[in-house]
């Protein structure tokens, strides 16, 4: 991209290199690498029929790994989006398994997963309740309320239509995926384009100063934890019409994907740091593997222990270049 008369690189070359950067490239290139390696074992892993279910797989870990990216970035944490995920499915089909029109159930479902995120940020902003506790409390809550009206038991009873938000293509692409990519889009573009961006990653650099410097940091989180449950609500739906099923327990371990995803793809735990695009190459890396274990048939009990040393690998690799990085800068001083 062209550079100024002063030297300097325009806004959009500035925001170009925040979601390109080096870190994703090297991410980018482990997710090619794995793939090589996992179709030099199974040439069906690229197969129409297989790529279609990784695409549908990773638009459900992709969607809450998004909203997860945003409140890791002010520096929070969210353990309840499988829950979410649950719930809203959940209450989607109850709805219209009572009646409603499903429009107005899905509608339902969302402004429910709405008003959580609300509580969310309103317990950590206003009440000063650790991020932790309060999401915590809604993963045991949200699984407790799906169960309650049918005591556990799924509901099946759902129009046909619905089945169309997960099985409906738009070319070669399924629905899910073109869901998926708009809200990427959408949060690549605030967190890198807006100054509601630039506020979230200066709360999770350092809230304080973020607040001296103006930023209204209550409203900025609240923010970030209700597009946390908005995007986990979305996929509630996707996964409620992909099984046609209102099961009270889908979702599980679905939250621990999401932050593996969000760490894999190079952003800290500790908050300020990371990117959308980054996260969606860690969810992809998420997805493929799993993928890949199902296709070369590992045994199911290993397939945690092998996604858990990942995460612990991308952890503290995270670990070590922070810590580089602070060495640097003191020998700098």
Known sequence: MNEGTNGKSSPLAAAARRVFGIREINILLVLVALSAA?????????????????????????????????????????????????????????????????????????????????????????????????????????????????????????????????????????????????????????????????????????????????????RRRTFCYMASALLAGVAGIVVASRCMLGDPGVGTNYELTAISAVVIGGASLMGGEGTIFGTLLGGAIMSVLTNGFILLRVDAYWQPVCIGAVVVIAVTLDSVRRKRKRSLRATAT
């Not at 179709?39 to 809450?64: C, E, G, H, P, W």
């Not at 317990?123 to 949200?142: D, N, R, S, Y």
């Not at 967190?191 to 304080?208: K, S």
């Open 38 to 218: 996992i179709y030099s074992q199974k040439a069906a892993f690229l197969s129409d029929y297989n790529v279609r279910i990784v695409l549908k797989d990773f638009s459900v870990f992709a969607l809450l790994a998004i909203g997860e990216t945003l409140v890791i970035l002010t520096g929070g944490i969210d353990l309840s989006p499988g829950a979410v995920v649950a719930l809203t499915g959940f209450v989607a089909a109850y709805g219209m398994d009572k009646g409603l029109s499903m429009p107005a159930a899905i509608g339902l479902a969302l402004l429910l997963a709405l008003a959580i995120g609300y509580t969310h940020g309103l317990f950590v902003t206003k009440l000063g309740v650790a991020p932790f506790i309060i999401t915590l409390g809604t993963f045991i809550i949200a699984r407790a309320a799906a169960a309650l009206p049918t005591h556990g038991t799924p509901i099946s009873n759902l129009p046909d239509g619905f089945a169309s938000i997960a099985g409906a293509y738009v070319g070669p692409i399924p629905l899910p995926a073109m869901i998926m990519g708009i809200f990427a889009v959408a949060a690549i573009l605030i967190t890198q384009c807006t100054v509601l961006g630039r506020d979230i990653y200066a709360i999770g650099g350092n809230i304080e100063a973020a607040r001296l410097a103006g930023v209204n940091v209550d």
